[in-house]
């Protein structure tokens, strides 16, 4: 009764075990000691389909090597379909040599075809009902009935020769329709493609011959036997040896064909595969594998190829010709909704071809729109105006020169439409014709908006951004992440990795286990689907089965027959709560992905609950099956995110519907209901938590899919599609509220004790590394413990010990990369929060400081911004005191009339001879020159510099100098470009709505997103707002301003 419990069953081994043990728990332990049993490497091990050449799942294993699979026999199962022609004792298939053929092949007599006394009909009109017959009725076995016609099937009764075809004489053109794998065994012919059971010629598969040794060669083979007339090389050729696959060769006086099979890397987490870059079987890093990534060249993975290009006609056409992938841009959009308080587009209209007149605005409206789409750039403007009344459609002319017109948010949008051709109701061709419109598709006018807007076409449409838009290859929809792409968009191509990391049970295919499960070896629309269903299965004659059998046939196997009994019973259990099904959901006939997903119950099945729900929530598997893949953030595409696993991970997976007491009853309110565990709100605020997620990049070495998708590598992050605002939990605190504060951590914490540094490689594109010396503390912890050269590089560097600084080391605040030698480190900083509401402090660009819109207010507790320094105020002559070869100083001490100061408006605006205006008492207002003479320095330890603002406070004062609220020149480490504080303060503000909600009004994205926050006393009413704020676009919001005020918990750290 405990094995029943415990196991799939009792057998008569376990039962043994079970009383060689002192108790059930001793059984239980050595249980749970027992090594892993993976479905994914049980599958994998016996998958050997075959191949003849490279294909996106991999490569063929060489002929040369060891495993290398050869044949008796001329015809084998991967010849069925093809053309056939046999002249003159030759034998050609597929218009290739294959052998030679000599008499003796068919016997002279043909067999007896009599069918059952009880039949009206021959065998011949009856055949296709044979197969069920001829050896599965036990009076046909032992009457032998229609033995010709069942011979001619392919299922001849034992002891029975039905061969009657000379093929020394025959001379044939036809196609290949059945073939039994052994020498002798059954061959079906036809001259009719499609194999008609009247049409059929058997004749049994000769031995390989070269009567003549021109289409063979003399080789040494060491041969196993795998199965009758079947072996695999026992020892790999010595080199060279350059047989091609297919190649025939003469060993010991017999001849070979070689049978081309699939090399399964063995590329698991411990033993990382080296691959090259066309069938490049990289696995991305994760959170599964990144502590056993090994540092030796790989070929590079498709996800670090960093490369930018415009959407425009040219590159579009690129996708369609390389990859046959839909990819548009769409016009004809038709908006329904005001700009006013809303994130809306504005498209710069050609007055040459358009109506450029503009619409008639209040001046407020007017004043908004202008100044909403002058902090724009680009001829498509996505904004947020605070307006009132202005039109759908509106037309502005913005700076006397430039025409905008308010048009549908999405319109010339680019999308991908490839899932869109084979789904829309009107067939292929409505989709598929424009590529011969320069590849802008354009909504019909016809149709109701609401078809663009429905659910089913949001799913099979995948944006990737706007036309004219400069993006990186990384952001593009998986799909269109191709090796063809990459290589267009890159001429350079890929360059060699550095890092190899593996993937849980993705061990190698072993060619002596044979090949007993489906493989789907290439996976596209049309015909070219490949999955080699014919099985090495001694337990059956014809060892064939559907493609929706292996799946299942391997848990089975496994269950039934693994030693980790227990484990695979908990397994079993998991499963059932963490729920994925092919039912509406298809997948079917892949085995993979299915073994993949199960193993994380196998593997987790005695370890923590928290890491199963980590990988169920990051599997592609979970992710397309609970619809939360490519879910996006509002302000990314306007659309709120699905709200379906955040639900099942609360009611199925974890919490249910009800909060429990100890003893498993509902826990009741005051009027006796049960109390839900979470409301509505919650699913919302936790659909905003899975956002971001995207298959990895297609890789070599796994079953292929339809459409090149990758799903067995956990799932990869998008910072551009998550959701970056506050989220509540079920307790009424947010998300990170137990992490330490970033804005905590000490200056120069990246030369602390633990601090963490991995290696990135030998190139780094951006201009912000850090170039440590030799002389460096920290270039030696990570040049392998020493400055002496070559550097011995580590994957991950952890500092034993706090490192002194060195040199630009004692100023900076932190770093991001490091450059030691020839290679590059990226520091990892402790994990850390940032609090979503600050009192702000403006950064601008450093050379156009006083400029309003470049100024951004930034949470100076984050590392924002590089450091500019100065005091004092500057003596700028005008160019009437330059040509006279006077300074500021001269025309001051002479008293010049011409020195008009603050009492002339162009003076005010250059402000010229501010020290010496200033000295005469006739200053320009705000200015102190108290410090004399202008001195100013653009500081920083590396280029690039990002410091918090109090770090950059300090650094001025160590000169004598303050924050400076000027533009400075440029420095060596430093451009007019970088971002640097300024002295001056700013204030978030937020809209305030009805039920409490808020949104930040930094850009037209935080203006789009609304999240909950605890109100003390309660919040602002749109209808009533505080004299301290404003009432909003169309009444319906408060806008405030946030002071943020910090108050300490403890007066003393606790013990």
Not at 32 to 43: A, D, I, Q
Not at 308 to 319: G, K, P, R
Not at 635 to 650: H, L, V
Request: hydrophobic content about 35%.
């Amino acid at each position: 009764q405990f094995l029943i419990r415990a196991t799939f069953g009792p057998t008569r081994e376990s039962l043994r075990e079970l009383a060689r043990t002192t108790s059930y728990a001793a059984w239980v332990q050595d249980q749970m000691s027992l090594p892993v049993e993976s479905h994914r490497t049980f599958y994998r091990s016996h998958a050997n389909p075959r191949m003849s050449t490279l294909l996106a799942s991999g490569a063929p294993r060489s002929p040369c090597d060891a495993g290398a699979r050869w044949l008796r026999f001329a015809f084998r199962q991967a010849d069925v379909g093809r053309n056939i022609s046999v002249h003159g004792g030759q034998v050609h298939v597929g218009g290739v040599f294959r052998t030679h053929v000599a008499g003796g092949i068919g016997a002279d007599a043909p067999c007896s075809d009599e069918a059952p006394w009880s039949w009206s009909n021959t065998c011949q009109d009856s055949a296709f009902g044979l197969k069920w017959r001829c050896r599965a009725f036990s009076d046909w076995v032992t009457n032998k009935y229609c033995q010709q016609s069942c011979w001619l099937q392919g299922y001849g009764h034992d002891g029975v020769d039905c061969a009657n075809v000379n093929m020394t004489s025959l001379d044939f053109e036809g196609f290949v329709c059945e073939v039994d794998e052994v020498v002798d065994g059954y061959v079906a012919l036809s001259s009719d493609s499609a194999c008609d059971i009247n049409s059929l010629m058997a004749i049994k598969n000769p031995a390989m011959w070269d009567a003549d040794g021109g289409h063979s060669v003399e080789v040494n083979l060491t041969l196993d036997t795998l199965r009758p007339d079947i072996f695999l090389l026992g020892e790999a050729l010595t080199s060279p040896c350059d047989l091609a696959i297919g190649s025939i060769v003469r060993s010991g006086g017999a001849y070979y064909l070689h049978d081309g099979r699939l090399e399964l890397l063995g590329n698991t987490p411990e033993s990382p595969a080296v691959s090259d870059e066309e069938a490049c079987a990289a696995v991305p890093k994760t959170f599964l594998n990144e502590k056993s990534c090994k540092l030796q060249a790989t070929c590079t993975p498709l996800s670090l190829q960093e490369v930018y290009f415009e959407l425009n006609q040219s590159t579009l056409e690129q996708f369609y010709a390389l990859e046959r992938k839909y990819v548009y841009s769409v016009t004809g959009l038709r908006t329904s909704t005001s700009p006013c308080g809303t994130l809306s587009r504005w498209m710069k209209l050609d007055c040459g071809v358009a109506d450029c007149s503009p619409t008639a605005l209040s001046s407020e409206d007017e004043s908004f729109v202008a100044t909403a789409l002058s902090e724009k750039e680009g001829w498509l403007r996505d904004v947020h105006v605070a307006c009132e009344s202005v039109p759908i459609g509106a037309v502005i002319v913005l700076n006397s020169t430039e025409v905008f017109m308010h048009v549908h948010l999405h319109e010339h949008n680019v999308y991908d439409f490839s899932d869109w051709v084979v789904n829309h109701p009107g067939g292929e061709a409505v989709i598929t014709q424009w590529v011969n419109h320069s590849f802008q598709l354009v909504f019909p006018w016809h149709h109701p908006m609401s078809r663009w807007s429905a659910k089913s076409t949001e799913i099979l449409l995948h944006f990737i951004g706007r036309s004219g838009d400069t993006i990186n290859f990384q952001s593009l929809p998986t799909q269109l992440q191709t090796p063809a792409l990459a290589r267009a968009f890159s001429p350079s191509g890929p360059s060699g990795y550095f890092e190899a990391c593996g993937s849980p049970g993705e061990v190698g295919n072993d060619p002596w286990e044979g090949h007993h499960f489906g493989f789907w070896t290439t996976f596209e629309t049309g015909e070219t689907k490949v999955n080699d269903l014919k099985f090495d299965n001694k337990n059956a004659f014809k060892s064939y089965l559907s493609t929706d059998v292996s799946k299942s046939a391997v848990w089975v196997k496994k269950v039934m027959h693994a030693k980790d009994q227990l484990r695979q019973r908990t397994a079993w259990a998991l499963s059932q709560i963490f729920v994925v099904g092919t039912e509406g959901f298809g997948g079917g006939d892949k085995v993979e992905m299915w073994m993949n997903y199960y193993d994380i119950f196998v593997r987790n099945a005695f370890g923590s609950f928290r890491d199963i729900l980590r990988e169920v929530t990051y599997s592609p598997v979970m992710g397309e099956y609970l619809t939360y893949m490519k879910n996006s953030a509002f302000d990314t595409n306007s659309n709120f995110p699905d709200e379906n696993y955040a639900r099942e991970i609360m009611q199925l997976f974890t919490i249910g519907l009800w909060q429990l007491n100890a003893n498993g009853t509902k826990v009741k309110d005051e009027s006796g209901h049960g109390i839900p565990t979470y409301t509505n709100e919650d699913i919302t605020n936790f659909a905003r938590v899975f956002t971001g997620f995207d298959r990895q990049l297609d890789r070599a070495n796994i079953e292929r899919h339809k459409g090149a998708v990758n799903l067995i590598d956990p799932m990869q992050m998008k910072v551009e599609w998550h959701d970056v605002y506050p989220k509540p939990d079920l307790n009424q605190n947010f998300l990170g509220d137990f992490y330490p504060l970033c804005s905590d951590l000490p200056e120069k914490a990246f030369l602390l004790e633990g601090s963490k540094f991995e290696f990135i490689g030998y190139a780094y594109e951006q201009t912000d590394a850090y170039v440590a010396s030799t002389g460096s503390a920290l270039f030696q912890a990570l040049c392998g413990g020493s400055a002496a050269l070559p550097c011995t590089f580590a994957r991950i560097v952890e500092l034993s010990t706090s490192v002194t600084c060195h040199s630009e080391e004692c100023e900076m605040d932190t770093l991001q990369v490091v450059k030691v030698a020839t290679g590059y480190y990226r520091y990892v900083p402790p994990v850390c929060v940032h609090l979503y509401f600050f009192n702000g402090q403006i950064a601008a660009p450093s050379a156009k400081i006083s400029d309003p819109s470049k100024q951004q207010c930034l949470n100076p507790a984050s590392w924002a911004a590089g450091t500019s320094c100065c005091r004092g105020c500057t003596d700028i002559a005008t160019g009437g005191y330059v040509n006279l070869n006077r300074t500021c100083q001269d025309a001051k001490e002479a008293g010049m009339s011409s020195m008009k100061c603050a009492s002339d408006d162009w003076w005010v605006s250059k402000k010229f001879c501010r020290l010496a205006c200033w000295q005469k008492g006739d200053g320009y207002e705000g200015d102190n020159c108290s410090s004399g003479e202008w001195q100013e320095r653009r500081v920083c330890g590396h280029r690039n510099e990002r410091m918090r603002f109090a770090v950059a406070q300090a650094r001025c004062a160590s000169l004598g100098l303050e924050v400076c609220a000027e533009s400075t020149l440029p420095a060596e480490c430093s451009d007019d470009e970088d971002r640097v504080w300024t002295p001056s303060n700013c204030s978030l503000q937020v809209a305030v709505y009805a039920d409490g909600k808020v949104s930040a009004q930094t850009d037209s994205k935080t203006k789009s997103n609304r999240f909950a926050v605890p109100w003390i006393d309660g919040h602002p009413s749109p209808s009533a707002c505080p004299s301290v704020c404003s009432t909003g676009a169309n009444n319906d919001t408060c806008i405030c301003s946030v002071f943020v005020q910090e108050q300490a918990v403890f007066d003393a750290v606790p013990s």
